[in-house]
């Protein structure tokens, strides 16, 4: 696996995350109630998904120059899991107990997609 294919498989767990960390208001609880408890458990499964990035160009200092005509990935099958954690929503601290984030058969379709290094001229 090449650099850019571990950039864009952390893209897609990233991308994965962000969809799941949607839900997290409704997984957590407020640690003033006597019904939360860090140690409950939750399962996000992710399955049969394809983000597409079409006519894309981006610019920034330290990019590498990248250009991707049409290039598909997809993680066939990955679990990640954590014990818990605890998010502070708008000023509150909430708890979140155990998560298992399961990605099936989720692709990244790039077309007409260019990175270059930012320059000053």
Do not use: K
Request: proline share 4%; glycine share 8%; aromatic share 4%.
């Amino acid at each position: 696996m090449n650099e850019f294919q571990r950039y864009v498989l952390g893209a897609l767990v990233v991308l994965t995350v962000v969809l799941g960390s949607a839900s997290a208001p409704a997984l957590a609880t407020d640690p003033t109630t006597a019904d939360g408890d860090a140690s409950d458990s939750h399962e996000i499964d992710v399955t049969d998904l394809t983000v597409s990035i079409t006519d894309v160009h981006l610019t920034g200092p330290g990019f590498p120059e990248l250009a991707i005509d049409d290039a598909t990935y997809t993680v066939e099958d990955a679990t990640v899991a954590t014990d818990g954690a605890t998010v502070t929503i708008d000023g509150r601290e909430h708890r979140i107990g155990a998560i298992e984030l399961t990605v099936d058969d989720v692709g990244l379709h790039l077309e007409n997609v260019s990175i270059e290094p930012e320059t000053n001229g």
